[in-house]
């Protein structure tokens, strides 16, 4: 069975950081990427940043000059840490063990966490 546990988040002031790992355990087969997605209410999913086991990455326009994702291919583990947080970066943070990335063209079967809240406020 397939796991995918995030942790970190939590409250965040203004201008803050934030760094979330995310362990997937239970893989039918050896991890292609991982990747970490947020949503807010009455908002899609929306990919934050998303890294190949080969290290190629891909983030939001959002977060890219703030942002920085890692991966650990042999603890199925990624990383994300971000920086200058501010109240838009509120949100549910998923991580997405083989995550689709249209920009790749890579379609994949989108193992999914349950979601950590961070909230940016003082």
């Known amino acids: 069975q397939v796991q995918v546990e995030e942790s970190g988040g939590g409250l965040v002031q203004p201008g803050g950081s934030l760094s979330l790992s995310c362990t997937a355990s239970g893989m039918p087969r050896s991890i292609n990427a991982m990747g970490w997605f947020r949503q807010t209410a009455g908002k899609e999913r929306e990919l934050v940043a998303a890294?190949?086991?080969?290290?190629?990455?891909v983030y939001a326009d959002s977060v890219k000059d703030r942002a920085t994702i890692s991966i650990d291919n042999a603890q199925s583990t990624v990383y994300l840490h971000m920086s200058n947080l501010g109240p838009e970066d509120t949100a549910v943070y998923y991580c997405?063990?083989?995550?689709?990335?249209?920009?790749?063209?890579?379609?994949?079967?989108?193992?999914w966490g349950k979601g950590t809240l961070v909230t940016v406020s003082s």
């Open positions: 997405n063990a083989d995550p689709t990335i249209p920009a790749w063209g890579y379609f994949g079967v989108d193992f």
């Open positions: 890294i190949t086991s080969g290290d190629t990455a």
